[in-house]
C-alpha cells in the first residue's frame, strides 16, 4: 500500500518572553508568513492527510494553524508531548505506531530529529532535493515522501522517495523548488 509522509518543521519561531519556556515560543511574522505558504503548497498537492501528529510547543502548533484552515474536512489532530525536540528514533518509532487504516500522515516537529529522520529515511527521488535536505532543513520546510509498506510499522526498512522538499524561502520568492 502506498503510504505518504510529510516531515514538516515548524516555522520560524522567536526567543519568546523573559524568562519564558523553550515550549512557549512563538512564531515570528517571517514564521507566520512562511507556515501560510507551506500550508497553500501541501493543501495544493492534493491527497489531504488521514491523520497530523503535532508537537505541543506553541510554535508547531501555530504552524499548523494555516493548515488545518486549508483543510475541509479537517482531518484528526494528535498534539502530542512526547514529539517535542524528539530525536529521529523517537519519531520513528511514534510513524511506526500509526494504525494500518492511514495512509497519509503529516507530522509538524523541531530540528534535529526532523532533519535526521528526512536523512535517513529518503532513499531515493529527485537529487537536487535529496541534495537540498543534505545540506540543510531550514525552519518551515516540510519533506514530502512516500513509500510502499503494508503497515507503518515497516517504515525504515523499505525505499522511501522523496518526491519534494518545501522551503519557505522557494515559495516566497518564486525561486524553483527541489
Known sequence: MRRDLVLYRHAKAGLGRPGGS???????????????AIAAA???????????????????????????????PTPPVSLEPG????????????????????????????????????RALATSGDPAALGAIAIKYPTGAAACLRATLDDWSDLGHADVYL???????????????P
Open 163 to 177: 518526491e519534494a522538499f518545501l522551503r519557505p524561502r522557494d515559495l516566497m520568492t518564486g525561486a524553483p523548488n
Open 22 to 36: 523553550d515550549h512557549d515560543r512563538p512564531l515570528t511574522g517571517r514564521g507566520r508568513r512562511a507556515a501560510v
Open 42 to 72: 501541501l493543501v495544493a498537492r492534493g491527497a489531504p492527510p488521514d491523520l497530523i501528529l503535532c508537537s505541543t510547543a506553541l510554535r508547531t502548533r501555530e504552524t499548523l494553524e494555516p493548515l488545518l484552515a486549508r483543510l475541509t
Open 83 to 118: 514529539l517535542y525536540l524528539a530525536s529521529a528514533q523517537a519519531l520513528l518509532a511514534r510513524l511506526r505506531q500509526v494504525p494500518g487504516d492511514v495512509e497519509r500522515v503529516i507530522l509538524i516537529g523541531h530540528n534535529d530529529g526532523m532533519a535526521e529522520l528526512a
